[in-house]
């Protein structure tokens, strides 16, 4: 694992006051608090162009089970984003250039009103900040705190009607931009689907930021989603198209490898991968393995969506 260098760092160049950018980012007291910790200020993040790159220093916090965040550098400069490279330390620099602006996110099928969101309008949702635990499918885990906002208010926007059962995601198609597109052993774009009580659930998030600022090219800017109960090959980026469906969609990963990888993902440390098991990770940054956590720590919420789904199947 090779930390970013501060040399590939773009410096940041725009800053609003603190104050503006609560107001912009509609944030409440508590976070201001935590934001205050901060040394320096993070781009303002309904207006920075997605060239800049985060300079807020990594903040000494933890997550609900006291496991410290992920320092930002390891968060930007390790990531999975096939679109670019199969080289997680390598996305980074690859996807440096990727625009991300303008950028739309349609939103149709079985609704009632289907609309095409600008990145713009979709900084218009009230953000919060939610610090997840992120579980790779290959045993490891990074702790992060994204910017963004519930799935479920954009969904409601929409309307869905009563025969959309599933939630189907893409990734943009643009192998100019993305070198990993002209592999043709995956069959793009990434897609990825829900069930519809998954998305609406709360903790399924539209991520737009983390640390206080845009997502970067590598973490999926301008807009990803992160379910964090679920392998992290779920968790979508740069998503340009929402499909409300009928039928359990297929995703990238079902159709290139459905012998190991299926549609529901639910992280579980009695359903070994073919060929690893799943029972411990690495949180990244520690040198000891840990036990995967049930539903990567987030049963007490998530547990109740699925009452009748065998444990053996939640893999497959
Ligand atoms: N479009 C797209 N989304 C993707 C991926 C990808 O290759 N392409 N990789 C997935 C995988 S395997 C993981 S673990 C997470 C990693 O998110 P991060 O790199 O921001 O930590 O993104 C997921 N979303
Ligand atoms: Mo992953």
Redesign the pocket.
């Known amino acids: 694992m090779v930390p970013i260098k501060s040399s590939e760092i773009t410096p940041e160049h725009i800053y609003l006051s603190r104050r503006k950018f609560l107001q912009a980012a509609g944030l409440f007291a508590a976070n201001a608090v935590l934001l205050a910790a901060c040394g320096r200020q993070p781009t303002p993040l309904a207006t920075s162009p997605a060239t800049s790159v985060v300079a807020a220093p990594s903040r000494d916090e933890a997550d609900e089970l006291s496991n410290a965040l992920t320092p930002l550098a390891t ?1 930007l400069g ?6 670019f490279t199969l080289n ?1 330390t390598a ?1 980074a620099r690859l996807s440096q250039g990727f625009s991300t602006s303008p950028w739309q996110v349609a939103v149709g099928g079985l609704v009632n009103k289907p609309k095409t969101f600008d990145i713009d309008d979709l900084r218009t949702f009230e953000q919060e900040e939610r610090i997840y635990r ?1 579980r ?3 045993a490891w885990a ?1 702790v ?1 705190p994204w910017f963004g906002f519930p799935l479920s208010r954009l969904l409601k926007e929409v309307e869905p009607l009563s025969t959309a059962k599933y939630v189907r995601f893409e ?1 943009l198609y643009d192998p100019d931009q993305m070198p990993g597109q002209k592999d043709r052993s995956f069959p793009w774009p ?1 897609v990825e689907g829900l069930r519809m009580d998954e998305a609406m659930h709360d903790l399924t998030l539209l991520a737009t930021g983390l640390y206080g600022s845009d997502l970067q090219p ?3 800017a301008p807009v ?1 989603l992160v379910v964090p109960w679920k ?3 779920k ?4 998503i340009v198209k929402i499909d409300l469906v009928e039928e359990m969609p297929q995703s990238l990963w079902m159709a290139t490898n459905p012998r190991e990888y299926g549609f529901w993902a639910n992280v579980n440390p009695e359903v070994p991968h073919p060929r690893w098991s799943q029972a411990t990770e690495r949180l990244i940054g520690e040198n000891r393995r840990r036990e995967t956590l049930f539903l990567n720590g987030y049963a007490d919420e998530v547990a109740g969506l699925y009452p009748d789904l065998d444990l053996r199947d939640w893999y497959y």
């Open positions: 968060v390790y990531a999975n984003y096939y679109e997680p996305v992120m790779c499918v290959e990074m992060i990734t990434y590598q973490n999926g990803r392998y992290g090959f968790s979508i980026k740069s």
